[in-house]
Structures are given as C-alpha cells and as structure tokens.
C-alpha cells in the first residue's frame, strides 16, 4: 500500500505531485498560468489573504492540510493581496480570507472568512468530484483489512498511515482497535493513555476508546460465560451474575445477546449499582458505531424501557 501515501510522487505520477507543486504563492504575472490554465487539468484553490489578517492565519494552515491530503487531486494558490493589489481588485475582493475553486479555466465556487474543518473537507471534497485521494484510499483499504479480521495487515497499514500523518484521529483509532481487536490490551492502553485531550475528543477515537474499556471489563472479569449463565438461571435476580454474562457474551464476540442481556437486566432493575446496566449499553453502542444495526436495535429497546 506504500504507493498509496508515497509523499514525494512525481508530475509523471498520478495523481501526485511535487510538494511544491502542490501548494504556490502566485502574482499577477503568474496567475494566468498557476490558476486558469492549471485549472483544465486540475481543480485549484485561491487563496486571498494578508499578514495581518486574524482569521486567514487560521484557515490557511487547514486549506494546506487539506490540499495536502488530497495528493495531487487538487492545488492551492495563494495570494498575498498587499503584494498583489492589482489581482485582488480584478478578482474583486473587498474582504479576506477570501477562497475561489477554479475548474476548467474559470471559478465554480467559494466561501468568505474562516470556516471550520469540515466545511473546509466538504468544499474540498465537492472539488474532487468523488474521486478519493491517497489518504483515503489507504484507510479505506486499513478498515477493510481490520474487518477482514486481519489484524497484522490492518495494523501495518495504519501505522504506515501514522507515519505520514501523526495523529489522523481515523488511523489513530483503527490501530487502537487492531490492537484490542488483537489482545494486546496492555498494548492499546499504553497507546491510549498518550492521546491529548484533542484525539479524545474526537467521535472515532472515543468509541475506540469505548471498545478498549469493554475489552478490559471483559478481560478482568472471571468466570465462563456457562457458570454466569447457570448462575443466572439459578436466581434470575443475581444482578451481578447478569452484568457479568454480559460482559462474558461481549468479551465472546456476541454483542447482540451481550445488548439483550443488559436490557433485561435494565428491565428488572434500572438503578441497579449505579446504572451499569445503562452506562455499559452506551459503551456497547459507542463502541459499535451508530448505525450498527445491534446499536439501532439496542438504543431502540433501551428507549423502551427507559420511556415506558
């Protein structure tokens, strides 16, 4: 997958280029050529910024990131108005950061001020025109392996992708999930316990983080799943019993009856030792993503209960 994230592809590659390439300061003089005419064989991003402008010293370095990612698939331009008052009144631009798409030799979209990241992605993505680029082809190609059930190979191609992009959240909690998905718990809470407050709170890497604690609830745990089952069957009130087939069950890889088990548990006694029951299905939930049909049928039946 190394051709995937090759960061140094050429001109003759596609649908790479050189960094320098890939990003350009232009002037009048070098307008015509870096935009109108590059822009037949690719999309291009202007740029129309200041130093002194607060809010392009935001969106720049996430307009280049961006471009960056996209491997070729787009350029950026930028224009530095002070130097270029000539081309900024020609375009127009009466307030920065002001951003143009060119294609095909003339602009097909734009936005005004700073935007937040993944307004930026989507105007970026429109640009692409489904078309994906290396990055995405090789997480793709990482979450394919994962579910494949191969997680040596997922777990090269993540950190493959770590290394060209320290602290993707995506790679990030695709290799924390390799390593759970592994065994190596103690592996994945060394991995997690560096992660800033920032990948925390990203929604991937907290339902990675989700599945770490359920393996770990799991791991710690003692007993089979057929002596919590007897145990269960024995006195159908013997919460803690319950709680610990559940956790059995997830730990078995049965996240189904590992949901149904807590729901009755939630169906008997809600409040029991602090809502466990209800805190654990979240876990489960988060863990499988939400739109998991066991999460869609899981948060259905816990509105049930809950709301009934």
Not at 106 to 112: A, H, K, L, S
Request: a negative charge.
């Amino acid at each position: 997958m190394e051709f995937l994230l090759d960061p140094n592809p050429t001109d003759a590659q596609a649908p790479g280029a050189p960094p320098g390439e890939l990003i350009k300061d232009a002037t009048v003089e070098s307008f015509t050529a870096d935009v109108i005419e590059k822009s037949v064989e690719v999309p291009v991003i202007v740029d129309f910024w200041a130093p002194w402008c607060g809010p392009c010293k935001q969106l720049g370095p996430t307009l280049e990131k961006l471009v960056r990612q996209a491997g070729g698939l787009v350029r950026l331009v930028k224009v530095n108005i002070d130097e270029n008052q000539a081309l900024a009144t020609q375009m127009r631009i009466q307030s920065i950061p002001a951003v143009f798409a060119f294609q095909g030799g003339r602009p097909v979209d734009g936005f005004i001020g700073a935007q937040p990241e993944s307004q930026i992605k989507s105007f970026v993505d429109r640009l692409l025109g489904g078309a994906k680029p290396p990055l995405e082809q090789a997480l793709d190609a990482a979450r394919q392996t994962l579910e494949a059930g191969d997680h040596p190979a997922a777990t090269a191609l993540y950190s493959e992708i770590l290394n060209h992009e320290p602290g993707h959240a995506s790679a990030t909690a695709g290799l924390l999930r390799c390593l759970v998905a592994s065994g190596d718990l103690d592996g994945a809470r060394h991995f997690a316990d560096a992660f800033t407050a920032a990948l925390r709170a990203d929604t991937e890497i907290a339902a990675a983080l989700s599945a770490l604690e359920l393996a770990e609830a799991g791991e710690a745990s003692t007993g089979s799943t057929a002596e919590f089952q007897r145990r269960v069957e024995a006195d159908a009130n013997d919460h803690a019993a319950r709680f610990d087939l559940a956790m059995a069950l997830y730990g078995d890889a049965d996240d189904e009856a590992a949901i149904e088990t807590l729901l009755e548990l939630l169906r008997r006694d809600r409040a029991w030792n602090d809502e466990a029951a209800r805190k654990q299905l979240i876990k489960i939930f988060d863990s499988l993503g939400a739109t998991h049909p066991h999460t869609l049928a899981g948060r259905k039946g816990l509105s049930s209960i809950l709301f009934s």
